[in-house]
């Protein structure tokens, strides 16, 4: 049996088991500095409120936006799990709301080098995220860098951050525009929101994903969906400079009700499809595919 037959195994076993699993979106950007992390944070308190188990996974290797949001800093990371022997329960950190968090840390980064032993035992360890998750929150690095791109390609879901600053728009198709070339992109099981961070009114925030929707439309022969806008707000500036979630710090700010009306969007149930509940496994069985 190749490697490759193992880890489909332990997917089907999993399903065998008639256990749910967790939901996984991936949130990412063409470029740094458009509110990435803190969407991802902001929308896992939201839909924590609206009863569902919520984890965070950073992934963007070298920054750590969650940890600092959460004020909580990892004992361990990714990398601890893979080599140096720590349980997936151990390197979960209880942020905000009983929020849990995954640090990457340099985990990340070794992920395309793993050993193929390596790379069964951490499928085999992730499946348990979905036992304690209802939605597993992904936070990428920004722009089109390999692993940026690979937690993207593995994700069936996808939340493109964009603003209405010209090079955030350009940038942002620039990532689509490389989704559309890879031969491991399937848009018939991806679904791709646009999230329209820092405009000022509901308009803009339209404007913004219609420019980016046509030129994807035009050029690549594909679609994004709206999921909705969050507005330049003093309340979301203070927080973010307190390094806090508006969401906590002052829940009835505009940019946090925004936040609140984007994730009951993402968790209604019409919004469901068949490619949104594979889990974590199978999230990280496409991810180190290239590795069999």
Same mark, same amino acid.
């Given at each position: 049996?190749?490697?490759? =037959?193992?880890?489909?195994?332990?997917?089907? !076993?999993?399903?065998?088991?008639?256990?749910?699993?967790?939901?996984?979106?991936?949130?990412?950007?063409?470029?740094? +500095?458009?509110?990435?992390?803190?969407?991802?944070?902001?929308?896992?308190?939201?839909?924590?409120? !609206?009863?569902?188990?919520?984890?965070?996974?950073?992934?963007?290797?070298?920054?750590?936006?969650?940890?600092?949001?959460?004020?909580?800093?990892?004992?361990?990371?990714? +990398?601890?799990?893979?080599? /140096?022997?720590?349980?997936? &329960?151990?390197?979960?950190?209880? *942020?905000?709301?009983?929020?849990?968090?995954?640090? +990457? *840390?340099?985990?990340?980064?070794?992920?395309?080098?793993?050993?193929?032993?390596?790379?069964?035992?951490?499928? /085999?360890?992730?499946?348990?995220?979905?036992?304690?998750?209802?939605?597993? #929150?992904?936070?990428?690095?920004?722009?089109?860098?390999? /692993?940026?791109? =690979?937690?993207?390609?593995?994700?069936?879901?996808? #939340?493109?951050?964009?603003?209405?600053?010209? %090079?955030?728009?350009?940038?942002?198709?620039?990532?689509?525009?490389?989704?559309?070339?890879?031969? *491991?992109?399937?848009?018939?099981?991806?679904?791709?929101?646009?999230? %329209?961070?820092?405009?000022?009114?509901?308009?803009?925030?339209?404007?913004?994903?219609?420019? !980016?929707?046509?030129?994807?439309?035009?050029?690549?022969? +594909?679609?994004?969906?709206?999921?909705?806008? #969050?507005?330049?707000?003093?309340?979301?500036?203070?927080?973010? &400079?307190?390094? &806090?979630?508006?969401?906590?710090?002052?829940?009835?700010?505009?940019?946090?009700?925004?936040?609140?009306?984007?994730?009951?969007?993402?968790?209604?149930?019409?919004?469901?499809?068949?490619?949104?509940?594979?889990?974590?496994?199978?999230?990280?069985? /496409?991810?180190?595919?290239?590795?069999?």
């Amino acid at each position: 049996m190749d490697q490759a =037959e193992k880890l489909r195994n332990v997917v089907r !076993l999993k399903k065998q088991e008639n256990k749910p699993n967790a939901r996984v979106i991936t949130i990412t950007s063409g470029k740094g +500095g458009v509110g990435k992390s803190n969407v991802a944070v902001n929308l896992a308190i939201q839909i924590q409120k !609206l009863g569902r188990r919520v984890l965070i996974f950073d992934a963007d290797f070298g920054l750590a936006n969650v940890e600092v949001m959460f004020g909580a800093i990892p004992q361990y990371n990714l +990398g601890d799990l893979i080599y /140096h022997g720590r349980n997936i &329960r151990e390197i979960i950190t209880e *942020g905000p709301n009983g929020i849990g968090f995954i640090s +990457g *840390g340099t985990g990340i980064e070794g992920l395309n080098n793993l050993a193929r032993e390596q790379v069964l035992y951490l499928v /085999h360890a992730l499946r348990e995220l979905d036992q304690m998750a209802d939605v597993i #929150i992904v936070d990428t690095g920004a722009g089109i860098s390999s /692993h940026v791109l =690979e937690f993207v390609l593995a994700s069936p879901e996808v #939340i493109l951050v964009t603003t209405p600053d010209p %090079s955030s728009l350009t940038d942002s198709y620039s990532l689509m525009k490389v989704l559309y070339k890879n031969p *491991g992109f399937d848009p018939a099981t991806t679904r791709i929101y646009v999230l %329209s961070n820092k405009v000022i009114s509901q308009a803009e925030g339209t404007g913004v994903y219609e420019k !980016l929707n046509s030129v994807v439309e035009q050029f690549l022969g +594909g679609e994004v969906s709206y999921i909705g806008m #969050i507005p330049q707000d003093g309340a979301l500036e203070h927080s973010v &400079r307190q390094q &806090r979630p508006v969401s906590l710090m002052t829940p009835q700010a505009k940019s946090a009700k925004a936040f609140e009306l984007i994730a009951t969007r993402l968790i209604t149930p019409e919004k469901k499809t068949d490619t949104v509940e594979k889990g974590i496994s199978h999230f990280f069985l /496409h991810f180190l595919k290239q590795n069999l």
